[in-house]
């Protein structure tokens, strides 16, 4: 309820932001002055990753010239953003802020970052990020980078290995065989998996993995596809399911989805590299019965993953320092020492190539049975597609898609009729905001 | 005798079915109320893994002083920093809030000047304005002087309290006669002393009751600390906890964290009704009659 109250709140501020914006983005920024700036600098960079801190001491100590002031508070959707948006009006924001990729293009349409491609040290470092992950900064434009990736969620199949084997279930590799083993789970008195009935981001790493492309940009306006064929074919497939009664649909993130794993009751999630640590602190009476497989493919002998979740570091337009700024953040998300920190505090998968093959990303974990979990990872890392692109109004199109699904899992209208109910509002969004849409 | 005699059970039956009816309203709405406190409570008693896994209204192992523990340590007590920034926050606003608006309050009721119904009927107004709607303005102004992300930035603006001023007026119209001042003027008194030595005391019951509503105000305006704080050392306990209530995806054992941390949070506005309702019941009953 409260959640709920303050994302009303954030939404109407949002409104009233939007209103008067416009004409105070005075100074220009000629794009590409990326030049280092001489004498010391001081940084800001507002994050809420926890333990954030202890990573930017090893940089500051590194660094007298280029010191890094940590600022927090809640995370993006809950309140951080619209920080971001209200202090671009009022001409205040950190240096560098903390991006998810889906929240990227909502702050380049109102040109509140800075191109750091311009700067030589990112041209020259562009190549050692997951090809994919650098295009959710750049949106396929080789010649920008709105900010640096910093983390990545490639997906994969977390599955009760004994269950399964107990009750002869093979493990599915495709969604067919998915849909196959969830009428045996059924059978067995389980659900195969939770339906996240509120939170679209894994719906969107499905479709991400099945190849909908929701949204593009042809550099003068944007296309909003939320019906496409291969989307279509995610939310009939999942509606079969729900249609069945073979999968569950307690509200994701609380007490109730996590007993639902705690309690045996959910064989399989298929999820992000972060959800190994949902489900070891979630489901604690469950430790040494998970196991990881490739996520499931539409089409048997393909390999292909989705993404759920992962996030940028920017530098935003009003940086005075963006070189220093820039130079900050390839640190954070480049090199090994503040990798393994950030994956130690706050366990962020790397969004580099050598990044996930880490020795400490080698090693077996005990609530997985000592299976190495985090090589399956490696591998969807490289599976996952390029060209997904995220909208700029992502917060609306997620709360309609959400409300839509909510009705869909409690038997209103299907899931498909959700998305075109989403797909409609999304459009009319993007115009009510002045931002360029085909029809 | 025999003339009362068939009107006394009638008058008992008559109170003893709205005695019962009013108990059972007030037995309905104590449930309603206390339903989630004492599911907070039972909640904050229990292991992380417990929590989960049995009923939510009833005691597991009761664990609640290792989980104060655990809440305390948790980042180097980042959260009793919240606590007290909260209590400073909250308690400082609502006293300098509660004498400004006794004074302001005071003032017109008492004075006769022109503009004294134009300044009420302002100040009056400004009851209606959400303190929400007046958050981004103020993070626009606060930035305008660089002074966004201090303590000033939340403090300042919680001074005033225009609802305090409203029923500073009520009493003290209602319960400081102008024949007592006018005593204490040809006493030899001045205005300033005749305030804090005669109306202040008079108007006791009604102060509590504004330092009550504006500390329950302050302590629950969680969208101005939102807007205007960046650094965690500032926030006052409300924030705290919601941004760490944001991250329970990320890192899911805060969920336990954010629940004792919850009901520690709602201990000081406990004990500050405990100590202060005796006061204010009097005070809205002074109001009421006149």
């Known amino acids: 309820m409260r959640k709920r109250l303050s994302v009303l709140l954030i939404s109407a501020l949002a409104l009233s932001a939007c209103g008067s914006g416009g004409d105070d983005t005075g100074d220009t920024t000629s794009a590409a002055s990326c030049a280092p700036s001489s004498g010391p600098v001081n940084l800001t960079y507002t994050t809420w990753i926890p333990g954030i801190e202890n990573v930017v001491k090893v940089w500051n100590d590194k660094n007298p010239n280029i010191q890094v002031k940590v600022q927090t508070g809640p995370n993006g959707n809950g309140g951080t953003y619209q920080n971001f948006f209200n202090q671009l009006k009022a001409g205040n924001t950190p240096d560098l802020g903390h991006i998810e990729y889906d929240a990227l293009p909502s702050f380049r349409v109102q ?50 290995a004994d269950l399964f084997e107990k009750n002869n279930i093979a493990i599915p590799k495709t969604w067919d065989e998915y849909a196959a083993a969830a009428e045996k789970v059924k059978a067995a008195g389980g659900y195969i998996t939770n339906f996240s009935q509120s939170d679209i981001n894994q719906f969107a790493g499905f479709t ?62 298929v999820s992000a590299v972060w959800g190994a640590n949902s489900i070891m602190s979630g489901a ?19 390999d292909i993953a989705g993404n759920w979740g992962g996030s940028a570091t920017a530098v935003f337009k009003n940086s005075k320092h963006p070189y220093e700024a820039a130079q900050f953040a390839l640190w954070l998300n480049t090199s090994e020492e503040a990798l393994a920190l950030l994956n130690k505090e706050a366990q962020l998968y790397p969004a580099t190539t050598a990044g996930t093959k880490y020795s400490y990303l080698g090693n077996p974990v005990e609530f997985y049975g000592d299976q190495k979990i985090y090589e399956v990872f490696a591998e969807a890392a490289t599976k996952v597609t390029p060209d997904f692109t995220w909208g700029p109004t992502m917060t609306s199109t997620y709360a309609n898609a959400s409300d839509g699904f909510k009705a869909a899992v409690s038997g209103q209208g299907t899931l498909t009729d959700a998305l075109a109910a989403t797909q409609k509002s999304t459009v009319e969004t993007l115009k009510s905001q002045a931002i360029p849409v085909k029809e | ?94 006293l300098i809030g509660t004498l400004l608006a006794a004074m302001c309050g005071y003032a017109l009721a008492k004075y006769r000047f022109h503009g004294r119904e134009l ?58 006669p102008d024949d007592l001042l006018e005593a204490a003027r040809i006493d030899g008194s001045g205005e300033i002393r005749t305030f804090f030595k005669v109306s202040t005391r008079l108007m006791t019951p009604a102060l509590i009751t504004i330092f009550l509503f504006h500390f329950v105000a302050v302590w629950n305006n969680f969208l101005l600390p939102l807007i205007m704080l960046g650094d965690e050392r500032l926030f006052p306990v409300t924030l705290g906890l919601y941004s760490w209530n944001t991250q329970v995806n990320q890192i899911p054992e805060l969920r336990g964290l954010v629940i004792i941390g919850a009901l520690l949070s709602i201990t000081p506005l406990v004990v500050a009704f405990l100590f202060l309702q005796r006061f204010w019941r009097n005070g809205l009953g002074a109001g009421a009659v006149k």
């Not at chain 1, 470092?125 to 910093?150: M, R, Y």
């Not at chain 1, 073979?246 to 639902?260: C, G, H, I, Q, R």
């Not at chain 2, 192992?61 to 007590?77: E, K, Q, V």
């Not at chain 2, 303190?131 to 930035?153: E, I, Q």
């Open chain 1, 111 to 160: 040109d509140g970052l800075f191109d750091v491609a311009g700067c030589d040290i990112v041209a020259k470092a562009k190549d050692q990020f997951i090809p994919w992950t650098w295009n959710q900064v750049s949106f396929g434009d080789e010649k920008s980078a709105w900010g640096i990736p910093q983390d990545s969620g490639p997906m994969a199949l977390f599955y009760r």
């Open chain 1, 208 to 269: 991400w993995q099945a190849g909908g492309r929701w949204f593009a940009n042809d550099g003068q306006q944007w296309t909003v596809n939320l019906t496409d064929d291969k989307t279509k074919k995610v939310a009939d497939y999942w509606q079969g399911l729900l249609d069945k009664k073979l999968v569950s649909t307690v509200p994701p993130w609380t007490t109730e989805w996590d007993n639902a794993y705690n309690s045996s009751s959910a064989w399989t999630w």
């Open chain 1, 284 to 302: 604690p009476k469950t430790a040494g019965k998970w196991r990881v497989a490739p996520m499931p493919q539409w089409s048997a002998g393909e």
């Open chain 2, 1 to 94: 005798m025999s003339v009362l005699a068939p009107e006394k059970p009638k008058k008992i039956q008559e109170s003893l079915l709205s005695r019962t009816g009013a108990m059972l309203i007030m037995a309905v709405c104590t449930v309603y109320f206390l339903t989630p406190i004492w599911w907070l409570f039972v909640g904050a008693s229990k292991s992380s893994d417990q929590f989960t896994s049995t009923n939510p209204l009833w005691f597991a192992d009761f664990n609640l002083f290792a989980n104060i523990g655990d809440l305390f340590a948790y980042r180097d007590g980042v959260f009793l920093r919240w606590m007290l920034n909260s209590v400073l926050y909250t308690g400082g606003a609502a």
């Open chain 2, 119 to 176: 300044i009420f009927n302002v100040v009056l107004s400004g009851v209606l304005v959400p303190a929400t709607a007046l958050a981004l303005p103020l993070f626009l102004l606060f930035s305008k002087v660089d002074a966004t992300n201090t303590f000033w930035s939340v403090f300042l603006p919680s001074l005033v309290n225009p609802f305090g001023v409203y029923l500073a007026r009520i009493y003290a119209t209602a319960s400081v």
